[in-house]
């Protein structure tokens, strides 16, 4: 392992690394990297990776519902920016704090 491993698309790798459910052991042994290598790449590419823009809809409410959304929703605040997720909807709650903790 190791060896000739210099037309490999670590970007690509990386991802399909992310979606692998298995040991990280035969993920190296089947791609013919080593675990050395996969971190280190890794590590390069979230280096040189570090602006991150994500699309969000986000639907417009008026002042007088605002008393609601508080009630029933989360509030973020990032900077002058607001989000409000609503309190059933986990997943994207779940979605935010992974991204936010990638920062």
């Not at 602006?51 to 409410?61: A, I, R």
Request: hydrophobic share 35%; proline share 2%.
């Amino acid at each position: 392992m190791g060896k000739g491993n210099n037309n490999i698309n670590w970007a690509e790798s990386i991802e399909k690394f992310e979606k692998h459910e298995g040991k990280i052991i035969d993920f190296c042994r089947s791609n013919n990297i080593s675990q050395h290598q996969l971190f280190h790449r890794r590590k390069k590419l979230k280096k040189n990776n570090n602006t991150c823009f994500h699309l969000l809809e986000v639907p417009k409410v008026e002042a007088a519902s605002l008393s609601k959304i508080a009630e029933t929703n989360i509030k973020v605040e990032i900077g002058k920016l607001k989000i409000f997720i609503p309190v059933q909807d986990k997943i994207t709650l779940l979605t935010l704090v992974k991204e936010l903790s990638q920062l």
